[in-house]
């Protein structure tokens, strides 16, 4: 289970569990549901007994890793306990996990509706502003269009905004999820504020891209250029959205 892994995030009750394209699970977030955490589980005698059984039949394999990391850190277990694990959470969890897992075996192409890939991405309230667009941003795009940038006073040329919109929100965000959120933004409010954390490190890491971008393009014709060779794919969210 490497650090590139897909991650499909499946919903259950209203909350978000981690599952890998192999069927491992994030038992962290899993755990959290309950107000538990997997350590208790990975104690009891009978885990301790079942986990020798498996590696006595079935030799030295991993099936606890260690994730670090603010985005899909936690204890991931293998498919082979996730069942177990969830029985231990709640019937009715073990029933979810269990359908979830057979999904993933039998197809790596998983339907979605729209509402399931809002659910998955954004925050039904705005949460606390943070400031996500830091100065080289701005001072990139100043640089390359030659308009001016004065710290916000005053604001910003309009030209920046349409460059966020297209090339950060617009490469990242499918389009459907980018509309609603606009529509639901009231003034003051921010279209970051409603992203979940996967989708807030995605457009951070696009933003770190155009900024680098930006800062090798002699003008604006050339960033536009540069941009359409580089991002021909709308809502290139780094990880996979499941039902």
Not at 112 to 140: G, M, N, S
Not at 226 to 236: A, D, E, K, P, V
Request: proline share 4%; charged share 25%.
């Amino acid at each position: 289970m490497e650090n590139t892994m897909n991650i499909i995030k499946f919903d259950f009750n209203g909350h978000q569990v981690g599952f890998n394209d192999d069927g491992w699970i994030n038992a962290t977030e899993a755990a959290k549901k309950f107000n538990k955490e997997p350590a208790q589980w990975l104690r009891l005698p009978e885990t301790i007994r079942y986990l020798n059984a498996l590696q006595f039949k079935y030799g030295k394999i991993t099936y606890l890793k260690t994730k670090r990391g603010k985005y899909n850190g936690g204890t991931w277990i293998h498919p082979k306990l996730a069942v177990r694990f969830a029985r231990w959470l709640s019937v009715d969890f073990e029933i979810w996990c269990d359908e979830q897992i057979d999904k993933l075996i039998r197809s790596q192409s998983i339907t979605y509706t729209d509402e399931q890939v809002l659910a998955i991405l954004t925050h039904k309230e705005p949460q606390t502003w943070e400031k996500r667009f830091q100065q080289p941003f701005y001072q990139a795009l100043s640089k390359m269009t030659n308009l001016p940038f004065n710290n916000h006073a005053g604001g910003c040329p309009s030209l920046f905004g349409l460059i966020t919109q297209k090339w950060v929100y617009g490469v990242v965000l499918p389009e459907k999820v980018y509309q609603n959120i606009k529509g639901r933004t009231r003034k003051g409010e921010k279209i970051h504020q409603f992203l979940k954390p996967e989708a807030l490190k995605a457009v951070e890491d696009q933003l770190i891209a155009i900024t680098t971008i930006a800062k090798g393009c002699i003008d604006y014709k050339d960033f536009e250029a540069r941009c359409s060779t580089i991002f021909n794919t709308q809502g290139q969210i780094k990880f996979i959205l499941a039902a």
